[in-house]
């Protein structure tokens, strides 16, 4: 990463490469990079990299200026992973759409530290940079204008990380209790059964009644959600060319 740069500032790609040594280092077991995914950020200092690294305190300086420009580094890293692969064909938009989406959410609950940033403003890198081409490429046959593209594209991006945040926020709901969705709703039927009553809420009792037959796992919402979200962008793109 040689020189230090201020944040906000480009990050090339030779950073980049040079993150990768020092999160996935050789001969390591559990490279630093794996435990920042079981961990999260709270577990992440400049200090604490540079143990895992069996290095000096000050070591990581060396190559980045502190936490800040290293979660950025680290974000990048896990932005390729949202990519195209290499010698992927590109397909229609709307599949191209699709699997974006589907390969960020699998990314981010494979680093679910990523869901902690939410959309925090990113400084320009390599990988977000060619996200942006790849995207913008797809969205540009539908005929919208940039401003119209940029906004779809964060409402597709807005989609998934909402989404995932619930799953893991259900997932850690399930390690602190111990209790699965099901047993959560029977632990709260007494009291939803006094509500219901009482006769004043009937749109919620319709909804105890009436739901939980279909869409009941996430993958089946995903699903659901992602289409109707498809659905809105290809409606938009019926206007003119060039026009929002």
């Known amino acids: 990463m040689g020189a230090h740069h201020r944040p906000g500032d480009l990050v090339a790609d030779e950073q980049v490469g040079q993150l990768a040594e020092i999160l996935h280092p050789a001969g390591h077991e559990r490279r630093p990079g794996e435990r920042r995914d079981a961990e999260g950020l709270a577990a992440l200092s400049m200090r604490r990299l540079a143990a895992d690294l069996d290095a000096g305190p000050m070591s990581p300086y060396s190559y980045i200026t502190g936490k800040d420009e290293l979660i950025e580094l680290m974000v990048d890293a896990v932005t390729a992973e949202f990519l195209r692969p290499d010698g992927t064909a590109r397909g229609d938009w709307r599949g191209e759409v699709r699997g974006l989406a589907d390969r960020m959410r699998s990314a981010m609950h494979r680093h679910p530290w990523l869901a902690e940033l939410g959309l925090r403003r990113q400084a320009a890198s390599p990988n977000r940079i060619r996200l942006f081409e790849q995207v913008l490429g797809v969205l540009d046959d539908l005929g919208l204008s940039m401003d119209a593209m940029l906004t779809t594209m964060s409402m597709i991006f807005v989609h998934v990380h909402g989404f995932v945040q619930i799953e893991l926020a259900d997932q850690e709901g399930q390690r602190r209790t111990g209790a699965d969705l099901a047993d959560w709703m029977r632990r709260q039927v007494?009291?939803?059964?006094?509500?219901?009553?009482?006769?004043?809420?009937?749109?919620?009792?319709?909804?105890?009644?009436?739901?939980?037959?279909?869409?009941?796992g996430f993958d089946d919402r995903w699903d659901y959600a992602l289409e109707r979200l498809l659905n809105g962008v290809q409606g938009s793109a019926a206007k003119p060319p060039g026009r929002p």
């Open 190 to 216: 007494p009291y939803i059964e006094s509500v219901i009553g009482g006769g004043e809420h009937p749109m919620f009792a319709r909804m105890t009644a009436e739901a939980g037959r279909t869409l009941t």
